[in-house]
């Protein structure tokens, strides 16, 4: 969509939701035109439904659910002027011991100047107590600048910290706490230099829940992301590091397994196919059976050096001969290209 459509479209999208024309709204809803199948449009139309209604509240939420980067971004401008003014306090206390330390070297000078010249026991005794005077203010000034060193070096922590945390949100998916999209295209992009680096395989798997829209008008979308949580929890705890699971798509996940042949791979994602289709859960609110989740999945080993993309959408065939030939089946298609 164009620019100037998609400003349009989003303004009438506003209207017709009725939500205030803020520009946080703004971006939260350009967003949704522009995607109009993705989490954030469902989750916008799913609160209409139930809400009748978005509050500024809800909006806020929504922001930081679905739209990661725009808070990475504040959160990282924030830290930013934070280290700043730590950096100006550190300086101006700096700045303030230099000052106490000339004015110390002088009385240093004056005394030397005083006792070169006269040592009556009177001066000696005034000189000392200068001396004294001067060596108790820059002890304080010492101390003080210890304390603000200690104090800023602890802000500075804390502030490397919840970068940290922020950075490890900006790239985890919110529902199922595996990496998100984005995280996923950094990641597959590294790990295949590795591979073409040390010579060894790299395999890829797509997962996708069986009749996933079928499942969420039939019990809601609150019981669907629950068995987008449960799937997401049985790949997170198969695709320990060195491997790498991600929610790549709404019901659609994919594991990189570095250094792995997709042979051996293969028994490793039908146990978790398995695991899937054998559990029975329940709709939690009802105790309803939600009868039986199956995934269907698409297996492909990379070739050295092949480009990602390819690599994915060889994957990506291999999962729609899964579903071809009947669903909740692997289909593994090694290195080779699928004929059509
Ligand atoms: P959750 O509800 O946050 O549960 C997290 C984990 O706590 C579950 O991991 C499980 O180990 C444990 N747990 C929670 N409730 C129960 C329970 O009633 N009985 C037992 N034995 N353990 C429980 P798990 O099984 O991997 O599930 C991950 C997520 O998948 C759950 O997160 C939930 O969102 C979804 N899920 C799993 N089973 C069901 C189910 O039968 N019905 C619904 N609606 N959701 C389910």
């Known amino acids: ?9 989003t303004l009438a999208a506003m209207e017709r939701d009725q939500v205030w024309p803020t520009p946080l709204n703004y971006e939260i809803w350009m967003h949704a035109v522009a995607n109009p199948d993705g989490d954030l449009a469902i989750e916008i139309q799913r609160l209409l439904k139930r809400d009748k209604m978005i509050t500024e509240e809800t909006s806020d939420r929504l922001a930081v659910e679905f739209l990661p980067n725009r808070r990475f971004d504040d959160e990282v401008r924030e830290a930013g002027d934070q280290l700043n003014r730590e950096l100006v306090s550190v300086t101006t206390a700096i700045k303030k011991a230099q000052q106490t330390s000339k004015d110390y070297n002088s009385t240093l000078d004056i005394a030397d100047r005083s006792l070169a010249v006269d040592v009556e026991a009177t001066t ?15 002890r304080i000034e010492n101390r003080g600048l210890e304390v603000m060193l200690e104090r800023s070096t602890a802000e500075v922590r804390r502030l490397q910290l919840h970068l940290e945390q922020v950075r490890r949100e900006a790239s985890t998916d919110a529902l199922t706490t595996l990496a998100n999209r984005k995280a996923f295209d950094e990641e597959i992009i590294q790990l295949c230099e ?13 997962i996708d829940i069986d009749f996933f829209k079928k499942f969420n008008d039939t019990w809601g979308h609150q019981t669907g992301d629950q068995v987008i949580r449960f799937v997401a929890s049985v790949i997170g705890r198969v695709a320990e590091a060195p491997r790498f699971a991600a929610r790549y798509g709404g019901e659609e996940f994919c594991i990189i397994f570095p250094n792995e042949s997709a042979n051996l791979v293969e028994r490793v994602v039908d146990e978790i196919r398995d695991e899937i289709s054998t559990r029975m859960l329940k709709r939690r609110s009802t105790n309803e059976d939600l009868g039986m989740i199956t995934v269907s999945v698409g297996l492909a080993q990379r ?16 999962l729609y001969v899964s579903k071809r030939n009947g669903r909740n089946r692997i289909t593994n298609v090694g290195t080779s290209a699928l004929e059509e």
């Open 1 to 9: 969509m164009q620019a100037y459509q998609l400003g349009q479209a």
């Open 194 to 206: 590795k591979a073409d680096t040390n010579g060894r395989p790299l395999s890829f798997a797509v």
């Open 303 to 318: 070739t050295q050096n092949e480009p990602v993309h390819t690599l994915i959408d060889r994957a990506d065939a291999a």
């Open 124 to 138: 000696v005794r005034n000189v000392v107590k200068d001396l004294s005077t001067a060596t108790e203010v820059v």
